[in-house]
């Protein structure tokens, strides 16, 4: 996860730095991509985008489930992009 990113960005270029991390499901900061066990079928992977109407503090290290308790309030649209993947 990655947030406080000013609306003003258009593009997060790969590898990018000067925003803060949340944890992945594996409990470190940073993207591993995609990696479903072999043979298990096509997996969903969610990308969101969130737009908020205020910039609040956020800490380093939350989980997505506590940086969504923190922000709801403030969102005021979003989208995602579903991408897939499978390991034959």
């Known amino acids: 996860m990655l947030y406080g990113i000013p609306g003003s960005v258009t593009e997060l270029p790969e590898g990018v730095a000067g925003y803060v991390q949340g944890?992945?499901?594996?409990?470190?900061?940073g993207y591993g991509g995609p990696m479903p066990p072999e043979g298990h079928g096509t997996h969903h992977y969610f990308f969101w985008l969130l737009a908020l109407?205020?910039?609040?503090?956020?800490?380093?290290?939350?989980?997505?489930?506590?940086?969504l308790e923190k922000i709801e309030s403030n969102v005021i649209g979003a989208n995602r992009l579903?991408?897939?993947?499978?390991?034959s």
Not at 23 to 29: D, R, Y
Not at 58 to 66: I, K, Q, R, V, Y
């Open 23 to 29: 944890v992945n499901n594996f409990g470190n900061a």
């Open 53 to 67: 109407d205020s910039e609040p503090a956020l800490d380093a290290g939350l989980t997505m489930w506590e940086l």
């Open 82 to 87: 579903v991408g897939t993947y499978s390991r």
